[in-house]
């Protein structure tokens, strides 16, 4: 087993949740220490060490650091896209505040590695919207994009001034079964499962030809992995890396769904979050991930609905 301690912010969130179980498996689960504002998620409740910690909070996570023996951070804490809009300076504030913390501590802890998300809400209108390449031009219209792509930045220059070892990845939108999304624009990509197993119909908030890079969850959780135990010298980028699986819109999910559940039906609202959608790329170039350290998605868009209705179905009816 792998000699490290691991600390995670965030804990409870669609990312947190599946993160804590595989690095567990990993790391062994005394070496995963995962932390979050909230009592512990179902999933983690009772299965290893748990602090409630928020992660605006410098001085409760030092003394764990201290605690622990704290060797590497994964910082997961954040407001999303969505709930960033409704609260723009708290999200800043929660988003940035949090990073130079961890930041500071990693360089003042002599931490090994910390883990820090991007998201593909870096990118804004005036990026290209298909193939959307690792450089490329970058002004965001959400607030949580321009945190993301300001937290990109300080984590490059931590890198260069101070010698951390920060690594990123530009999310997609993530679709899980074990563990909810929240306050995302891509969040309505889990719903439709949830709503098509239990009422066969789905209300969607962006419009039917609204185009998004998506990810399931397996193998996001995997690349993040793949990408913090990639060596060193295979790290070209300090900025995010690109990561790209399937893109598709509410109407091709619908489709998807309906070679499952064949009287499903779906019908479209778009709300203020149709114009947070309309403002990101459609797909994603991830040639420097691929290149860089192997990068490989496994699931498209009908494996991962097979997988995403049959555990689902298993959680809702219970055997
Ligand atoms: C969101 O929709 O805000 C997130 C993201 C793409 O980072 N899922």
């Known amino acids: 087993m792998k000699k490290e301690k691991i600390l995670i912010m965030g804990a409870g969130g669609q990312i947190g949740v599946e993160l804590a179980m595989a690095l567990r ?85 002599k931490l090994t590695k910390i883990y820090w998300p991007s998201s593909i809400a870096v990118f804004g209108p005036t990026t290209p919207k298909s193939q959307t390449p690792q450089k490329t031009v970058v002004e965001p219209r959400t607030v949580y994009g321009v945190s993301k792509y300001a937290g990109e930045l300080w984590c490059q220059y931590y890198n260069q001034r101070w010698g951390l070892d920060v690594r990123s990845i530009r999310y997609p939108g993530l679709i899980s079964w074990k563990s909810e999304p929240g306050g995302g624009t891509t969040d309505y990509a889990v719903d439709i499962y949830h709503k098509a197993l239990e009422e066969g119909k789905y209300t969607c908030f962006l419009s039917e030809d609204t185009y998004l890079p998506m990810m399931y969850m397996d193998d996001a959780i995997r690349g993040t992995i793949e990408l913090m135990e990639a060596p060193v010298e295979m790290m070209k980028s300090r900025m995010a890396y690109n990561l790209s699986a399937m893109s598709f819109s509410p109407k091709e999910i619908a489709a998807s769904i309906q070679k499952h559940i064949p009287d499903f039906t779906i019908d479209y609202a778009p709300d203020f979050r149709q114009a947070i959608a309309d403002g990101w790329p459609q797909s994603i170039d991830d040639t420097a ?27 809702k009816q219970p055997v």
């Open 289 to 315: 991930a691929r290149e860089d350290w192997g990068w490989k998605h496994e699931y498209d868009l009908d494996k991962m609905t097979a997988d995403m209705l049959k555990h689902l179905k298993e959680k």
């Open 25 to 109: 498996k990993l790391y062994g689960t005394d070496n995963v220490i995962a932390t979050d504002i909230r009592e512990a998620h179902p999933l983690l409740d009772g299965a290893g060490p748990y602090y409630i910690l928020d992660a605006m909070d410098a001085n409760s996570t030092l003394d764990i650091i201290k605690k622990e023996g704290i060797t590497q951070i994964y910082l997961l804490a954040a407001l999303l896209s969505a709930t960033g809009e409704k609260n723009p300076k708290g999200a800043w504030d929660i988003n940035m505040r949090s990073l130079l913390q961890v930041l500071d501590l990693g360089v003042e802890q």
